[in-house]
């Protein structure tokens, strides 16, 4: 495995990175998780754009153009010779000293790691997986937007424990209003009568590059597509439910908070687009 750390490679056990650095001190930094598939990556522009928009809210400065990490990114794909992949692509803040100013800070570091990742076992996409709501919050925007997808994800990990230590995989996040916002690490949709809906992006999610492709797939399909207010209510009564993400892909929801949805089965709509997914990223 060949591990590129701000501009050289790296055997995965050399591939280190200093103690001072303020992505580990402090979470400082922004992150993408995205798909190789069959050698071509997907969306590769889309989420360089969101990483540079990440770390422009934060006053971070990612120190080569987009169109050099663009090409950086393509050479750590085309050297770990892996036709189906998953690329982490992190910028830390840079090597500081142990006070919080992050204007203390070198350069900031550049990180691509490419490997296999499979969030969920393969019989999930078939039968369905069950959610809980969990008691923690999503991050307020007014503190930290979760639109910006930064390296401090504790608020994510905090409700990943919930729905672990209450049995399930993954958890449904409420804003601060009690409503729906997104899962701890996948965007949430659900159908009724045959209208696609998902939490709008002021209800505080992070705008995800499969969330825009199911919305682009609806669009094109003629499917009507509501970015809404959304309830725990809306999903109880929903005729399907389904979760996306780059690593997670599409996953059918079968259960919320012990209620069954639909009958129980990963419904049609859901399927329909598992399959045109697929069909598109290997297209
Ligand atoms: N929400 C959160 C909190 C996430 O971490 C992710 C990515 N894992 C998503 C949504 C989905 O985003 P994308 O489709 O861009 O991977």
Redesign the pocket.
Known sequence: MQIYISGEFFEKEDAKISVFDHGLLYGDGVF???RVYSNRVF?LD??LE?LYESAKAIDLTIPIPIEKLKEDVLDTVHRNEMADSYIRLIITRGVGDLGLNPYTCEAAGIIIIVDKIALYPPEVYEKGLALVTVATQ?NLPEAVN?RI?SLN?LN?ILAKIEAINAGVEEAI?LNSFGLVS??????LFATRKGILMTPSISMG?????????VIEMAREKGIEVKQIVMTRHDLFIADEVFL?????EIVPVIKIDGRVIGDGKPGKITRDFIKEYHHLVNA
Do not use: F, Q, W
């Not at 997104?182 to 965007?187: I, K």
């Not at 999610?205 to 492709?213: A, D, Q, S």
């Open positions: 993408e998780g995205i969306k889309e989420h969101r999503r979760p997808k994800y994510n996040m997104e899962c701890a690490g996948d965007n999610v992070l705008e995800g590059i499969t969330r825009n492709v996306t993400g780059s690593a997670a």
